[in-house]
T-cell receptor, first 113, second 118 residues
């Protein structure tokens, strides 16, 4: 069965370190998204991509970057981790130009100490 | 930009009873899609129900149904015969029509925590 997986599920890192969260989907979806979830804020969009070599900033993109070198993967990089980036991160994918819902990974809980 | 508002941060319901979760949204688009997602303690985001704005008929999925009021920009979720497994965070989400070149990202509300009491 097709799926979308995130790794790691949990991570603790130190302030200032570079961190990369992985997202891999086997749906063959063109659209991929990264959200962060914080209490009282719901899910907020960090970055998104509509296809290979395409990346776009979301509403909370400062301090994050993504790159899309193939259809299956959209890694999220925190350039220099800050305590404000402690959060739960979700990756999602959906079909381009189709009326289908987005499918989500299991989430990554990141703690920056 | 589209916004989604869930004004009730928490609700509780007795098992077997009915509960309605509210959601309002703001958009200038005439065609769009609305979703309710459920997030149990496992953190997994699970699609509960979907509504296309061009359809007048309210969507239903077993015990879950929506009351879609397009003019009022309201999209409430009704859960009938509540079960303990319905306890979760519920998120309302908006998506632009994909066929018209609109943004395909989901815009979420802040969520609502539902407690089901035995």
């Amino acid at each position: 069965d097709a799926e979308i997986t995130q790794s790691p599920r949990h991570k603790i890192t130190e302030t200032g370190r570079q961190v990369t969260l992985a997202c891999h989907q086997t749906w063959n979806h063109n659209n991929m998204f990264w959200y962060r979830q914080d209490l009282g804020h719901g899910l907020r969009l960090i970055h998104y991509s509509y296809g290979v070599q395409d990346t776009n900033k979301g509403e909370v993109s400062d301090g994050y970057s993504v790159s899309r070198s193939n259809t299956e993967d959209l890694p999220l990089t925190l350039e220099s981790a800050a305590s404000s980036q402690t959060s739960v991160y979700f990756c999602a994918s959906s079909e381009f130009r189709r009326n289908t819902e987005a499918f989500f990974g299991q989430g990554t809980r990141l703690t920056v100490v | 930009a589209q916004t989604v508002t869930q004004s009730q941060p928490e609700m509780s319901v007795q098992e077997a009873e009915t509960v309605t979760l509210s959601c309002t949204y703001d958009t200038s688009e005439s065609d769009y899609y609305l979703f309710w997602y459920k997030q149990p303690p496992s953190r997994q985001m699970i699609l509960v129900i979907r509504q296309e704005a061009y359809k007048q008929q309210n969507a239903t999925e077993n015990r879950f149904s929506v009351n879609f009021q397009k003019a009022a920009k309201s999209f409430s979720l009704k859960i009938s015969d509540s079960q303990l497994g319905d306890a979760a965070m519920y998120f309302c989400a908006y998506r632009s029509p994909p066929s018209q070149g609109g943004s395909e990202k989901l815009v979420f509300g802040k969520g609502m925590k539902l407690t089901v009491n035995p």
